[in-house]
């Protein structure tokens, strides 16, 4: 599989790791009054979709940039690849 990384171009998906959901952007808020309950959904709670899904993926062998990369989870062909950053800036999350 190849991902086509938006600063490097194209590279084998070797060179990185998956995460997860990039739901995982979202991280609770540790202060919240039911932060236990939200962390255990955060860390444990998983869909497992067919089709199309946004995932986070980690370029460990190369510039250590993290990526959303949309994938369709039955064929792997990759419609999209952005990176975590811009997606977390547009989610309204600073880091």
Do not use: C
């Not at 990384?5 to 990039?22: S, W």
């Not at 062998?61 to 949309?70: A, E, K, M």
């Amino acid at each position: 599989m190849i991902i086509d990384h938006p600063l490097l171009g194209p590279r084998d998906a070797a060179e990185f790791v998956y995460l997860g959901d990039v739901s995982l952007i979202d991280r609770p808020d540790w202060q919240a009054e039911d932060a236990m309950q939200r962390f255990h959904e955060y860390g444990y709670l998983r869909d497992n979709p067919a089709g199309l899904h946004r995932e986070l993926w980690y370029h460990e062998q190369g510039d250590r940039s993290w990526l959303v990369v949309t994938r369709d989870t039955v064929t792997h062909d990759i419609t999209s690849v952005e990176l975590a950053r811009d997606v977390a800036r547009e989610r309204g999350r600073s880091k």
